[in-house]
């Protein structure tokens, strides 16, 4: 038998095997520790590594997209030694981040070029005033506006708060100011002073002078981006649960608690928690950055009908009865103080126009983010929140519904469930032989709860390695310690109290699973009646984009294993992360994005579920691991069948 | 001697008198009671009567203006019988309000024949919108902005407020309902909605649907107008002292008031004051005339810079140093809540521009009432509040300034000064024999102070009769209990204790009499000053308009006594009442009133009087009775002459 010498990279060290040697052994009998936690399937990709040269062959790549293998990489404990080689062995975080099956959702890039100057609504416009003299006694505000015409800067409307401050500031400046001038809005063309800064401000400043925020106000989850409006890039981000959670899950319950209470006090309760959420969040990003609120200046706003109503104190009634009528799609801008936000109280507040009862600002503002308005390939995209809201078309046509999921891909009605921040479990593999897991956990700590990716890919592996059947139920006979009954029924020992930051089991309950199963039977449901109503196939989509803010990442060959997403080629998904805060970002910074957005918003037809028989049907067979019909999920029949 | 039968009407009794009987003494011996308060010196005008046919001749008609004449008036202790006459001895009242020289106020009148339709910027559009159905499931707010286009109604703003309540108020109404809308604004040209009410409201209104308020901040005096906007007619109307008293009398007091306490509180203090006197004087109104405060629906605000800063919660600090500027002459409109005005909140607050330091709205919605842009003659039009506000010109030119009076003409800094109101002695008469005063009081009650236009009556008969020298001095010796020395030094005692409703003599006391005699001088020394400007005499006035809140009726003989006006012939004032309020009102009704006063305010050259030093001549030179240089005064010379 020959003989071979496999180099690894970076130890440099040589070990000499024979033809056919498993490239995992060879790692293991060099000490490189080699992770298999999916117990050497070839499921979990851990055990990656890059062939730089010599001779292999690749058993199996089913984690391996087109890229990787062009890249050279291939799974260790599927690949075999048939020459002499040189293996790079990548850190191992670098192996999670780098495959493409992982798909990292993408940091936020302006598809333009950003230039203030022609971008952006928000003028600073340095003014030096002649003092007034008793020749030339005009009053201030007409002295400021003949300084402004000098410019060309048409008279500018003057809110009173505005005005109050406005001598005492000209003075103080000595007459040397630089105007911050919104000069344009959606529909309001008459430029606007936000107000008065001395000029030495400018000068001196260390950084830049006004920002703005993207605001996505999702049934579960708020997320604020602080954007620098002079150079245009996301200086920072924050989220946090809707304080509107403890009035119910989903956007029915909440519309129920609005109308609670005599003149609106059910209403005005919704309000002021979702303001309390996000102003919270404003003054954690002002803090970090060492900003004033008076430093952001414009703020545009995204998330469902429901959210939005309540966000402005609409009553959202009659979104929830038939017809599903929202009282204003596309509510015109208001001021920061009129709106409750902790910002320039002058800012201007945009609220980005939705479509109908169900699919919000949030989607159109993700069309924009991902792009639909101008590709031609047929695109599926959906945003995974409380609710997935689904829009299906190209540049062409746009067909939108929306479906109940509820917020367990949120980590919220899930007992162990938590958000994508630090201690959440992000990703699960499970040995098939130990039925023992392995956690990715965000900021490497000891975990504390598990987040949205990290229960899509712990049901999926569940599933797939046999701890769970088809219709969700965990399997007592095993034998092992991990599957039990619990106080809520059978559950699964994610990671034992003495692993956990809380001290605590963290498990995953019957109940959780069954909450996972309708939430991703309602996603399915509405890929299937979308696609139906334009009389296509879910294997014609060309591009399959999904939004969230579940997490910063999410395993698709697992959520196409658990049936959230079809069966498809993995090369046509892309996860995007937080489409909606994108999009508002961009619709923030950029003037011809804001039209594009109401441009999609009046092009993207309206798909009424509840008026739609057929949406049950489909729910009811998307309620089995991956679906009633496995025909439809060939790549993952293959795999249970160990094919 | 011959006899002749004097006949007296409405009475039917004959008198049979010889040749040169006076008229006076003839009524006497009828019983007639001619009360006769000057002591029979044709000067009080208080025994005018009617010749109706017969020979008479009049000695003297000092009282009596040429239409007087011409109407056959006559003064019985002036006029002696030459043949057979038939007499009407009018009723007191009436002798005293049909006296031309009394010149009534006149009532408010439009100056054009008033259409809502064109002239009113408040529209009432009725719709009767489609339900909402699964196939029109449009948004509220779109099928709104729909039925509105569909009566050439351009797409509206909708104020948040607005919006709060669109979805409910339009089922309610089941679609059928009547917007609101604010067509247009001074540079606002996008159409506003207000609100909508249900299309019940209108076929069922017993009174007008809406109304609007014309509001004049004076420094002591504030007035409200309540108007119909249907038929643009005045409804109601009410004045109160200004809650800003309490921190000052003037307007220089005001602004330093302002500048107290940390953080602006001084001017939140400033602004809270006079919006308390407005709401109050508003909910009176509202109350009496049974309405709601969302009737409402535009305001238009008068008053000096210095009243506008407050009201608006503008620091007025550099008005009070050179160079003399506001911060601005003419405020962009505002909404009543930023305002902070009990009317509907969404209504639209206008203040009419002003045009220097001390010439504010008032001035120009004044000349805007008295018509100063479209008359030919030369015409000097004052407005006497706490500031003597003057302007001078015709349609070709105006010049205007502002010279302090302080608030006495107001009733106010004098020790029994009231506002015109029940109870306010506005008329007063003395003997001059016996230095007993007769009084004219409002509402014909026991009186309980003295207000502005009795004030002047007082001085002028306490002058002329004898009582006072021309500096001012009370005469101690004339053996008159009413000439007294009481706690403030000299006084004259208008009333006695058991006649007055306060149960304590009203008096006017030298520091009184030294308060009134510096508002006059200072008056007219503006009237000096601004002629000079222009190098014109006095006399070259043709008409000469008087406006101020200082009473109903004016008693222009006296004022001229006073030396507060110059000595011209009588036909040529005119007292107009508060002519700030009217200007507002016209403005509140007439689009084109509405520019005509900015017109005003663009034309009207500002002579700002700290800035020149013949102003202090011309006020020292006025502060005796009536002036230094009795030369000036002809008719008054001729008067204490007995000529």
Known sequence: MTTHAVTLQPSNATQVVHTGALLSDVLRAAGVDGALPCGGQGRCGRCAVRVESGSVRRRSALRLSAEDLAAGYALACQTVVEGDAVIVVPKQETVERQLTTDRAA??????????????????????????????????????????????????????????????????????????????DNWNHHTPRLLGLIPQSAISNQQSALLYGVAIDIGTTTVSVRLIDLEHG??????????????????????????????????????????????????????QRQHLKAEDVVKAVVVGNPTMIHLFLGVTPASIRLAPFVPVVNHPQPITAAEAGLAIHPQAGVDCLPGVGAYVGADITAGALAVGLQSTDALTLF????????IVLGNREWLVSCACSAGPAFEGAGVVDGMRATRGAIEEVWINSATHEPTLRVIGDVAPRGICGSGLIALL????????????????????????????????????????TSTGRDIVLTKVDVDNLMRAKAAI???????????????????????????????????????????????????????TAVKGAALALLSRSARTEVADIASRMTYLELSADNTFYDAFTNALFLPHTDLGCFPSVARLINGG
């Open 106 to 183: 993408s940091a936020f890039t302006l598809p333009f070029a950003y230039n203030p100057a022609t971008d952006q609504t928000i003028q600073v416009v340095p003014l030096t005033l002649p003092q007034p003299t008793l020749t030339d006694s005009i009053d201030d505000v007409a002295r400021l506006q003949r300084g402004l015409a000098a410019v060309g800067v048409a008279p500018v409307k003057i809110p009173l708060s505005v005005l109050r401050a406005l001598g005492s500031q000209l003075r103080e400046a000595e007459w040397q100011v630089a105007a911050i001038v919104e000069t």
């Open 233 to 286: 890039v996301m200086i920072d981000g924050a989220s946090e649960y809707n304080g509107q959670i403890a009035r119910g899950e989903d956007v029915i319950s909440r519309i129920i608690s609005a109308g609670r209470g005599e003149n609106g006090a059910g209403l005005e309760e919704m309000r002021s928690l979702v303001l309390g959420t996000i102003n919270t969040l404003l003054s954690r990003l002002l």
């Open 382 to 389: 959906i945003d995974v929140g409380t609710n997935g809201e």
């Open 460 to 499: 999926a592996e569940l599933f797939i390695t046999g701890e769970m059947d088809r219709g969700g139920n965990l399997k007592l006979d095993l034998g092992s310690p991990r599957v039990r009954v619990g106080a809520h029924g059978p559950e699964y020992v994610v990671a034992w109290a003495s692993e």
């Open 524 to 578: 399915y449901a509405g890929f299937t009646v979308l696609a139906q109503s334009v009389g296509l196939e879910l294997e014609a989509v060309e591009r399959f984009l999904i939004g969230g803010s579940f997490g910063q990442y999410i395993n698709i060959e697992k959520a196409v294993q658990i049936g959230l997403l079809p069966d498809l080629p993995w090369e046509r998904f892309e996860f995007l992360g937080n």
